[in-house]
């Protein structure tokens, strides 16, 4: 996953999200491509911190999508709303 984020090919894209789900446990990570950084730093092992099951899952999983959206308005500005 975290090899997928750093090699992401994503021209004026500064942060690439990643999301690795097993049932209903996600876990959520992001790349910064300036700063070259992974966040949270997995150590080798995925860390399943979110149940999308679960009120707070699924509102992290709504924001992230919610900033993939913009991010992608940024270099499409007519692209459809999610959901749509």
């Known amino acids: 996953m975290l090899e997928l ?8 894209i500064k942060v690439i999200h990643g999301v ?9 990570y992001q790349y910064d491509r300036e ?5 949270p ?8 911190d979110l149940d999308l099951a679960t009120e707070s899952g699924a509102k992290r999983f709504e924001e992230v999508a919610k900033h993939v959206e913009q ?7 007519d692209f ?5």
């Open 71 to 77: 991010m992608c308005r940024v270099l499409v500005p």
């Open 20 to 28: 690795c789900v097993c049932g209903s446990q996600a876990a959520f």
């Open 41 to 48: 730093e997995s150590q080798g092992q995925v860390h399943f």
């Open 5 to 12: 984020l750093k090699e992401a090919d994503a021209p004026g």
């Open 80 to 84: 459809p709303p999610f959901g749509s």
């Open 35 to 39: 700063r070259q950084v992974v966040s």
